[in-house]
C-alpha cells in the first residue's frame, strides 16, 4: 500500500511540474521560449518580455486565463499587476508581452477561472549594467552617439538627400531636421534653439527662436520641419525636458 501511496504522489508532483512558466525575448510559433531567462535587465524606462504559459501539450480547457504578478516587498511577495487573456479554450500554451519598469524580484503565475493556480515561476528585475555603472539618462553621455541631419523629407523614417546648405529662393528656405539617438530618447519634449553666426567667425552668438516638440519617450528617432527666413549660417540645438544637450549641427542658408 505504501508504495502505491508513493507512487500518486510521485505522479501528482510530475504532472505539476508539467505546466511551467518561461520567461523569453521570443517563442516559436509552437509555443517554445527563445533566450529564456530568470535574470532580466531593463532600460530605466522599461523593457520588455514574454511570459510563456506552456500546459504540458495539453489543452488549457478554458478560455480565460488569469496572469498574476506580485513583486518581494520585504520579506514576502504582494500583488503588484495583473491581466486577463482572452485565449482558445483548446491551447496548450498562452504567452503574454509583459513590460517590467521597475528593479526588483518578481512571483508570476497563472489562474484559470475556477481560481485554480496552474504555475508560478520567479523573475529577478535588474538595470542594465551600462546605467547601474553611470551611464545614466540624466547624463549628456546618454546622447553621445545621437545624429542630427537636415534632409529634404524623411520617407518611412528615413532621412532623405541630406543637406549641407538650403536656398530659400528655390525651396523658401524650407529643411526637414531629422534626429535618431539610435535607443529611446527618454524625454516627452524636445527643446529646439536656432543661433545665428553674424560675424563668420564661427561663435553662434546671436539667438534666434526657440520652439518646443512633444514626443513619445519611448522613440529612439523623430523629426520636424523648419522654415529659414533669412540667409546666414546657423546652429540649431536640441534639449531633452531636463535641458541636456541631445545634439546640435550648422546648416548655411542661402538666398
Known sequence: MKKIIILIILLVAASAEAQEIYFANSYTESGEPVDATLDFKIKPWGSQIY???KNDGKPIGDPLLYLFVDKLRGEEYKPFDSRVLN???????AVYNYEFKDPGEYEVYFMNSNQTRLATAKLKVELEDRYVEGFSVQSSRYYEGA??????????GKPLNVLQSVSIKKSGGSVWVYLNNFDALNT????????KDDNGDGDFEKFVQSKKYKIDPAWSDTFFKYVFNKPGIYDIKIFDSNEIMIASKNIRITP
Do not use: G, H, P, S
Not at 87 to 93: E, F, R, S, Y
Not at 147 to 156: D, G, H, M, S
Open 188 to 195: 516627452d519634449t524636445l527643446f529646439v534653439q536656432l543661433w
Open 51 to 53: 511570459i510563456l504559459f
Open 147 to 156: 545624429k542630427l541631419v537636415f534632409c529634404e523629407a524623411v520617407v518611412n
Open 87 to 93: 485565449i482558445d479554450k483548446n491551447a496548450t500554451w
